[in-house]
């Protein structure tokens, strides 16, 4: 028997075999949209099933069904869920996913042509906010395009775990994401090559922040998820009447929690020009940690108090001032033969658990990761968060019933 062949990738666009059949007990109903490494389809279930999303893989993807099985057990809502995998008869591999009533941004894109700052700026803090869950378990993307990032609603939701053609970094995640806001920015793929100036003084702020992503100087998906969140509060407080007496600003005590220690320090305005700029060194003195002093915002003018009717009754004696109290230094995290040991023991008590099939291998895989993290010498902040990380692992795996 003659070996079957895949349709060649330069005829699929104008072959859809697709549309009609069945696939994974679900009927194909229409396609939906041509995503980088595949194209996606709306699926109806059979004898009442649920309806459901296809992806139909493109001939040379390999894909990495052990990585979409880890994004499966983080259950986080932004994370479209796999739940099955399978080949049609030409050879092309699909995946079945949950149903997503919602358009790729790639779609939004082809509509609107490009998105308005607050928007673009709000929809990569949603992004982060997934990045931020995956990479908790040491799940990457790898792949985060405009394609694959579909908007569902009010919110966001991220397929394609596990086709990145390489091995997947939380680091290229942090700097896709940036790209992205060029995209929907610019309305231009921007996933590659040279990125546009964005000179105007409303997207100053939002240029800084992305570059800071695309540049690696943005550390982890939690600091790129406040920093954009704070920024959207200050693009939607600028664009209120009173918006140009407010200080456009990360604050001090929020760049610390956002961008290890630092922020990016917008422009304080009174009127458009009036701007207090930083120097390059200064920003990246920031972004790595440097102290900087926040900018000053303007002093509230003192309320108007009504002409007393009657004699002012007699104020109350000042509380007794107490010391005040040292603050709690934080506990040290285990070391790495600690944390190892603690694996090893939470490994035998899953398996004692008998719990078998994808599960398992889903819960083997994740923890090997990060077993992986403390090889050589890690540092304090790598074992803190490989702490928090077997903690979350240990309540998601063996106190399930």
């Given at each position: 028997m003659t070996p079957r062949q895949p349709i060649p990738e330069t005829t699929q666009s104008h072959v859809d075999r697709v549309v009609g059949t069945t696939v994974g007990g679900?009927?194909?109903?229409?396609?939906?949209?041509?995503?980088?490494f595949g194209t996606i389809y709306r699926c109806e279930g059979l004898s009442g099933g649920q309806p459901a999303t296809l992806e139909v893989m493109r001939t040379q993807l390999v894909e990495n069904e052990r990585e979409a099985r880890a994004a499966n057990a983080i259950k986080c809502p932004g994370i479209a869920t796999v739940t099955a995998f399978g080949e049609l008869p030409d050879g092309r591999r699909w995946r079945l996913m949950e149903s997503i009533d919602g358009d790729p941004l790639e779609r939004v894109l082809d509509t609107r042509k490009r998105l308005p700052p607050l928007e673009v700026v709000k929809r990569l803090g949603q992004v982060a906010t997934v990045l931020e869950a995956a990479h908790a378990w040491a799940v990457a993307h790898g792949n985060l395009l405009a394609s694959n990032v579909f908007v569902v609603g009010d919110e966001v939701k991220l397929i394609d775990f596990g086709l990145?053609?390489?091995?997947?970094?939380?680091?290229?995640?942090?700097?896709?994401?940036?790209?992205?806001?060029?995209?929907?920015?610019?309305?231009?793929?921007?996933?590659?090559?040279?990125?546009?100036?964005?000179?105007?003084?409303?997207?100053?702020p939002v240029d800084r922040l992305l570059r800071a992503l695309v540049d690696g100087r943005v550390k982890n998906a939690t600091a790129a998820r406040k920093a954009l969140s704070d920024l959207a509060l200050q693009l939607s407080a600028a664009g209120r009447p009173a918006g140009r007496r407010w200080v456009v600003g990360l604050l001090a005590a929020v760049a610390v929690a956002a961008l290890a220690g630092g922020g990016l320090v917008l422009a304080a305005r009174d009127e458009p020009g009036d701007e207090a700029r930083l120097t390059e060194e200064e920003e990246i003195a920031l972004l790595e940690g440097a102290a900087a002093e926040p900018l000053e915002a303007p002093e509230p003018l003192a309320p108007v108090e009504p002409a007393p009717t009657s004699p002012p009754a007699e104020k109350?004696?000042?509380p007794i001032a107490r010391p005040p109290r040292s603050p709690r230094k934080p506990r040290p995290p285990p070391d790495a033969e600690a944390l190892l040991a603690m694996m090893a023991k939470s490994e035998r008590q899953l398996r004692a658990q008998?719990?078998?099939?994808?599960?398992?291998?889903?819960?083997?895989?994740?923890?090997?990761?990060?077993?992986?993290?403390?090889?050589?010498?890690?540092?304090?902040?790598?074992?803190?968060?490989?702490?928090?990380?077997?903690?979350?692992?240990?309540r998601s795996y063996l106190h399930k019933r």
């Open positions: 679900h009927r194909v109903v229409r396609h939906v949209a041509e995503a980088r990145a053609r390489q091995p997947p970094t939380a680091q290229a995640d942090l700097q896709a994401l940036g790209r992205l806001g060029f995209t929907l920015l610019s309305g231009e793929d921007r996933s590659e090559g040279p990125l546009p100036p964005l000179a105007s003084e409303l997207l100053a109350p004696a000042p008998a719990r078998a099939g994808d599960e398992l291998d889903q819960a083997l895989s994740v923890l090997n990761k990060q077993r992986a993290r403390l090889a050589g010498s890690p540092t304090v902040e790598d074992r803190r968060d490989v702490s928090r990380q077997l903690a979350g692992w240990r």
